[in-house]
């Protein structure tokens, strides 16, 4: 019987991306397992079949040569002769001999940390931070630079952010021997933890930095200067990158993030761009007309000429009158409303 074509197998159309590849493969995969399916010899052929497919495809060479050549690429009187028949032999090789184990972690090794390649040495990355700071409307409007105080985690001085003494140096972890991870066997399920043996670091510190207690950062005040953009509206997260607390054994350090407030103002109200002021308009003037002087955000005085018989209500337009727009060179507008 002739084998089915590979892109077939899966679903998918010549020309399919890695990522579609992928993505249909795992479906399937947990659909025809034989695990899932005891028993059932129809689920285990297409399992196989499945198999041979995507182990084919994923492989960039293997996959020029089948979408050149198809099946024959892969037969000793193909195209590839020789090195034809390695290709199949590596191809029915990972499809016959697949745990479950293997293909969870094929699908969702990306979850775990990227599978076992990367599972060595995962040092602990620093924690991000979170501060909230107040601006008046008038800081918002002008952009401002502000000094803030807090207490983090920084990298020891002492032993560089490695956590061992000086002169001293790390063993490879005899629990996880490296990994970083410890793995246990649930069913077809492989789980993995983070060692407790060396904090995932796969290393075991011989003799332990004394200032850090060996976990290369310390507790310490600290000052930074954050400046916020003219123009910043209220609930504007502003990131700070490495300014959050120091990582575990030379880690990267996390992230700061400040989150701003901007309080209410007692003239000025704001929607977005825009700012609203209310006046109040003598009785006199609103009959026979006049002008009033009003503030600006900007610390200025601009005058309205109010017309002859105006209501309570009216509205006026002052353009390039209200907030600075954040990273643009136009401002938004003033609109004055008129209470006589």
Same mark, same amino acid.
């Given at each position: 019987?002739?084998?089915? *074509?590979?892109?077939?197998?899966?679903?998918?159309?010549?020309?399919?991306?890695?990522?579609?590849?992928?993505?249909?493969?795992?479906?399937?995969?947990?659909?025809?397992?034989? #695990?899932?399916?005891?028993?059932?010899?129809?689920?285990?052929?297409?399992?196989?079949?499945?198999?041979?497919?995507?182990?084919?495809?994923? #492989?960039?060479?293997?996959?020029?040569?089948?979408?050149?050549?198809?099946?024959?690429?892969?037969?000793?009187?193909?195209?590839?002769?020789?090195?034809?028949?390695?290709?199949?032999?590596?191809?029915?090789?990972?499809?016959?001999?697949?745990?479950?184990?293997?293909?969870?972690?094929?699908?969702?090794?990306?979850?775990?940390?990227?599978?076992?390649?990367?599972?060595?040495?995962?040092?602990?990355?620093?924690?991000?931070?979170?501060? *909230?700071? *107040?601006?008046?409307?008038?800081?918002?409007?002008?952009?401002?630079?502000?000094?803030?105080?807090?207490?983090?985690?920084?990298?020891?001085?002492?032993?560089?952010?490695?956590?061992?003494?000086?002169?001293?140096?790390?063993?490879?972890?005899?629990?996880?021997?490296?990994?970083?991870?410890?793995?246990?066997?649930?069913?077809?399920?492989?789980?993995?933890?983070?060692?407790?043996?060396?904090?995932?670091?796969?290393?075991?510190?011989?003799?332990?930095?004394?200032?850090?207690?060996?976990?290369?950062?310390?507790?310490?005040?600290?000052?930074?200067?954050?400046?916020?953009?003219?123009?910043?509206? *209220?609930?504007?997260?502003?990131?700070?990158?490495?300014?959050?607390?120091?990582?575990?054994?030379?880690?990267?350090?996390? #992230?700061?993030?400040?989150?701003?407030?901007?309080?209410?103002?007692?003239?000025?109200?704001?929607?977005?761009?825009?700012?609203?002021?209310?006046?109040?308009?003598?009785?006199?003037?609103?009959?026979?007309?006049?002008?009033?002087?009003?503030?600006?955000?900007?610390?200025?005085?601009?005058?309205?000429?109010?017309?002859?018989?105006?209501?309570?209500?009216?509205?006026?337009?002052?353009? #390039?009158?209200?907030?600075?727009?954040?990273?643009?060179?136009?401002?938004?507008?003033?609109?004055?409303?008129?209470?006589?």
């Amino acid at each position: 019987m002739s084998k089915r *074509d590979y892109y077939e197998v899966l679903g998918l159309q010549k020309g399919a991306s890695d990522a579609e590849m992928k993505k249909a493969y795992r479906k399937l995969a947990m659909k025809y397992h034989p #695990d899932q399916n005891p028993g059932n010899e129809g689920a285990e052929k297409k399992f196989k079949e499945l198999n041979e497919a995507y182990e084919t495809l994923k #492989d960039p060479q293997k996959k020029a040569a089948y979408d050149q050549f198809g099946h024959g690429a892969f037969e000793g009187a193909g195209g590839f002769g020789g090195a034809g028949a390695g290709f199949h032999k590596a191809a029915a090789g990972a499809s016959g001999g697949a745990g479950f184990g293997d293909i969870f972690e094929e699908m969702f090794g990306d979850f775990m940390g990227g599978g076992r390649a990367s599972s060595k040495s995962r040092a602990q990355k620093g924690n991000d931070l979170r501060y *909230d700071m *107040d601006l008046s409307l008038e800081e918002a409007f002008a952009g401002v630079q502000k000094t803030v105080s807090m207490r983090s985690s920084v990298s020891c001085k002492d032993c560089g952010g490695s956590g061992a003494k000086k002169g001293s140096g790390s063993t490879t972890c005899p629990q996880c021997h490296g990994a970083g991870v410890q793995r246990t066997q649930q069913g077809f399920f492989t789980m993995e933890r983070p060692c407790s043996a060396c904090q995932a670091t796969g290393q075991i510190i011989k003799d332990p930095c004394v200032p850090c207690h060996g976990q290369g950062r310390v507790m310490k005040p600290r000052k930074l200067k954050v400046s916020v953009p003219a123009g910043v509206e *209220d609930g504007t997260r502003i990131r700070l990158t490495g300014e959050g607390e120091a990582g575990l054994f030379g880690a990267p350090a996390g #992230d700061l993030y400040v989150f701003v407030t901007v309080n209410p103002h007692k003239l000025f109200q704001r929607a977005g761009e825009h700012l609203s002021f209310q006046v109040t308009v003598p009785m006199s003037a609103a009959i026979l007309g006049g002008e009033v002087e009003v503030p600006t955000i900007d610390g200025g005085k601009t005058k309205v000429k109010i017309p002859e018989g105006i209501q309570s209500g009216k509205k006026f337009r002052l353009k #390039d009158k209200g907030m600075t727009i954040m990273r643009q060179s136009r401002r938004g507008d003033l609109y004055i409303l008129v209470d006589v």
